[in-house]
């Protein structure tokens, strides 16, 4: 099973910029598709973008132009630079990595956008 490690939350003023990383363990990373998501406070989990093993992204339509999700594979990392950030944005941010019927969870990384 895929073992995910997060990184780069924290407090971010709005119209601040943050970085995510997720780092992956195992060596066929390449081949998951990587996914950033997101859950607020009494929410739902939601999709804010993911990028499949070929680089195709897809991205929430309240994040599309301020985030841009990329992945490096040989450090088996996927990045979401967080740009522009709202309040609404304040979240607890999780990676995933999927691949079919195997999926991998991180902890989660915390994201308050506040002044």
């Known amino acids: 099973q895929v073992q995910l490690v997060e990184s780069g939350g924290g407090l971010v003023q709005p119209g601040g910029s943050l970085r995510l990383s997720c780092a992956a363990s195992g060596s066929i990373f390449i081949f998951y598709t990587g996914a950033w998501y997101r859950q607020a406070p009494g929410k739902q989990r939601e999709l804010v973008a993911r990028i499949t093993n070929i680089g195709t992204t897809n991205y929430a339509d309240s994040v599309k132009g301020r985030f841009t999700i990329s992945r490096e594979n040989a450090k088996n990392t996927v990045y979401l630079p967080m740009n522009s950030q709202r309040p609404e944005g304040t979240s607890d941010y999780y990676c995933?990595?999927?691949?079919?019927?195997?999926?991998?969870w991180g902890q989660g990384t915390q994201v308050t956008v506040s002044s």
């Open positions: 995933n990595v999927s691949r079919g019927s195997d999926s991998g």
